[in-house]
């Protein structure tokens, strides 16, 4: 579904990816791994159009997406969440959702003066929309809060039903489990995985949480000093000695 050949992205003298190539099949939860700094934010951030690559090309479907905007990917179904949520912090819940839609009549001044009837019919069926979402990830309770009162977990599942709201095809998750409480953590798991089995989405993820990994994500992908340095079922990379060296450290790997 995705392709990434040979991509390098450099900050001056730092090579922050360095030639990566890699695969995202179609219908995967595909999990990201790797030390700090091992440049697994950054190949989020080039493919999803935020960075243009130094070198390299992504291919979706089939089609070259090398250095598209991040609303040009939009459009063709390809979105990412962030570390940090990025909400409307004076809107609530619903409303967070009832945004996202591309193209939404009531954005062009004309149409509010012109053809009110279709806004409204619009705006009705984005409410019903985003109620669905609401639903689905358990949000009913805070439905009508202000998304700036949120917990630190519950704006992660705001995170990703914003993502619901666009029906994409692949997604890319930012540390979605970064400071989430357990309870939470498991939702969010839970809502990834009957999203990927049930509407058939497609998940690539970063991730520092090894069991929440070893839960939803096949294959695993590693990286490590800007490349990519192992592939495979978690337990595969998780016992693979120069993973272990890379991303558990020198130690953990004579010790065993």
């Known amino acids: 579904m995705l392709e990434v050949h040979h991509l390098s992205k450099f900050f001056g003298g730092i090579h922050a990816v360095d030639d990566a190539s890699l695969t995202i099949e179609q219908g995967s939860i595909t999990g990201l791994i790797g030390p700090n700094g091992a440049g697994k934010t950054t190949l989020f951030n080039v493919i999803s159009g935020?960075?243009?690559?130094?070198?390299?090309?992504?291919y979706f479907d089939?089609?070259?997406?090398?250095?598209?905007?991040p609303h040009e990917l939009f459009d063709e179904g390809i979105l990412r969440t962030f570390q940090i949520a990025h909400e409307f912090s004076t809107l609530s819940v619903r409303e967070n959702l009832?945004?996202?839609?591309?193209g939404q009549s009531g954005e062009r001044l004309i149409d509010t003066w012109l053809r009110p009837s279709n806004v409204a019919l619009q705006e009705?069926?984005?409410?019903?929309?985003?109620?669905?979402?609401?639903?689905?990830?358990?949000?009913t309770a805070v439905a009508n809060e202000l998304a700036g009162n949120l917990s630190g977990g519950q704006k992660k599942l705001l995170e990703l039903g914003r993502?619901?709201?666009?029906?994409?095809?692949i997604v890319f998750l930012d540390e979605?489990?970064?400071?989430?409480?357990?309870?939470?953590?498991?939702?969010?798991?839970?809502s990834?995985?009957?999203?990927?089995?049930?509407?058939?989405?497609?998940?690539?993820?970063?991730?520092?949480?090894?069991?929440?990994?070893?839960?939803?994500?096949?294959?695993?992908?590693?990286?490590?000093?800007g490349s990519v340095l192992a592939r495979g079922t978690p337990d595969e990379v998780?016992?693979?000695?120069?993973?272990?060296?890379?991303?558990?450290?020198?130690?953990?790997k004579h010790q065993r």
């Open 50 to 58: 935020l960075y243009r690559p130094d070198a390299g090309q992504v």
């Open 62 to 69: 089939g089609q070259n997406i090398t250095g598209k905007a």
């Open 98 to 102: 009832m945004v996202v839609p591309g």
């Open 124 to 139: 009705l069926q984005n409410q019903e929309r985003a109620d669905e979402v609401i639903d689905f990830l358990q949000l």
């Open 163 to 169: 993502t619901m709201m666009a029906k994409p095809k």
């Open 176 to 190: 979605v489990g970064a400071g989430v409480n357990r309870t939470l953590l498991k939702t969010i798991g839970d």
């Open 192 to 225: 990834i995985i009957r999203l990927n089995q049930e509407r058939g989405y497609t998940f690539c993820m970063i991730e520092h949480d090894m069991e929440f990994i070893k839960r939803l994500c096949d294959p695993v992908i590693v990286m490590a000093s």
């Open 238 to 252: 998780m016992n693979n000695d120069a993973v272990i060296e890379a991303y558990l450290g020198t130690g953990r």
